[in-house]
């Protein structure tokens, strides 16, 4: 079946604007988590949603950073007034439970976003 | 706070060598361990978890409370194992984040 999917796959933008990126998990899976790679770095954690509702967000770096889940399926993560710093690949993450032996989280491919 | 430490950023074995990946962890409570590995191109995918107790494309992984590490490790080296390597850990039994390594490459040469 199909995976998780990401749109868009590359997205470049200024300093300064706002950019949403949205995520599509398998389709069933109730649990939806949201990381960012930095150059060199290993995935870091951002925010996880169980169906709607953001269980945990603490590694929203700052309010510039939020995400919805407003059916329980697709999410969209929105950077305000982007920064330089901002530049990453954001990846997505969907497990069919948050817990248990199905808790293993399948990534989609990937958005690489460059702030100029 | 939850730390995985991978200190290797880049492994090169030959092929038919054995190969072992380091990771170790910082976590007060029970954890639980996984390895993700990125081949050239794809996305990220799990590749074996500690509570599997699973081999998987010839590699295995063992919990060591210890030591708290979770090195990764296969006899001999195949070509098609070159890829990126990411040791990751959450808390069991509990919806969470992975918390990852930074990586190590893995580079098999002939």
């Known amino acids: 079946g199909a995976g998780v999917s990401q749109t868009p796959s590359n997205k470049v933008t200024e300093k300064g604007k706002y950019v949403e990126l949205r995520c599509d998990p398998i389709s069933g899976h109730t649990a939806l988590y949201w990381y960012r790679q930095s150059l060199g770095q290993g995935p870091e954690f951002l925010i996880y949603?169980?169906?709607?509702?953001?269980?945990?967000d603490s590694g929203l770096p700052n309010d510039r950073f939020f995400a919805v889940r407003p059916e329980g399926s697709v999410s969209t993560l929105k950077i305000q007034r982007t920064e330089r710093g901002d530049s990453a690949v954001y990846l997505c993450a969907s497990s069919l439970s948050a817990s248990g032996r199905a808790f293993t989280q399948y990534f989609g491919p990937g958005t690489r976003l460059t702030v100029l | 706070a939850q730390r995985v430490t991978q200190p290797e950023k880049l492994l090169s074995v030959f092929k038919g060598a054995p190969v072992e990946l380091k990771c170790n962890y910082s976590?007060?409570?029970?954890?639980?361990l996984f390895w993700y590995v990125q081949y050239s191109r794809q996305r990220l995918q799990l590749l074996l978890r500690?509570?599997s107790r699973e081999s998987i494309k010839g590699f295995t992984a063992d919990l060591n409370k210890g030591e708290t590490s979770f090195h990764l490790k296969k006899p001999f080296a195949q070509e098609e194992d070159s890829a990126m390597y990411y040791c990751?850990?959450?808390?069991?039994?509990?919806?969470?984040?992975?918390?990852f390594g930074t990586g190590t490459r893995l580079q098999v040469t002939l």
């Open positions: 500690h509570i």
């Open positions: 976590y007060s409570g029970s954890p639980e």
């Open positions: 990751a850990l959450s808390s069991t039994g509990t919806a969470s984040k992975l918390t």
């Open positions: 949603f169980q169906g709607t509702g953001a269980a945990d």
